[in-house]
């Protein structure tokens, strides 16, 4: 939470919102423009050190050592063609195209709603 002191200051900035965010960035040419489901899945095998028994990418991917965990095209190239790769089994591919995941990535970061559990790829 962030106190602003000066009421004149405040006033001006009473309608903003602030938020901060963190960005993992993937340089890779092939990623789509939106979350596309091709029936992928990632198994996460452990072995990143502080993250053993799970890895959180961001809000919609905590990805649980052992489980299945469905990804679209674009989560499942960023682990895939990454330094993540032998961190995880692969499963599925691009033949198949079922749309996209419905919700996934419009309203990140910044959603209006905290409580907001929409799934995503």
Not at 57 to 80: A, Q, R, S, Y
Not at 84 to 105: L, M, Q, R, S, V
Request: with cysteine; charged share 20%; glycine share 8%.
């Amino acid at each position: 939470h962030l106190n602003i002191d000066n009421a004149s200051i405040r006033e001006k900035l009473a309608p903003a919102s602030f938020y901060s965010a963190t960005y993992r960035l993937f340089k890779l040419p092939t990623l789509e423009a939106a979350c596309e489901d091709y029936g992928q899945a990632v198994v996460y095998r452990g072995g990143i050190p502080h993250h053993e028994a799970q890895i959180v990418l961001d809000k919609h991917h905590v990805i649980e050592k052992g489980k299945v965990f469905p990804v679209c095209g674009n989560t499942w190239l960023m682990l895939h063609d990454t330094r993540f790769k032998p961190y995880f089994e692969f499963i599925g591919n691009t033949d198949k195209h079922y749309g996209i995941f419905a919700g996934c990535g419009t309203p990140i970061p910044f959603d209006n709603n905290a409580d907001n559990n929409l799934a995503c790829c």
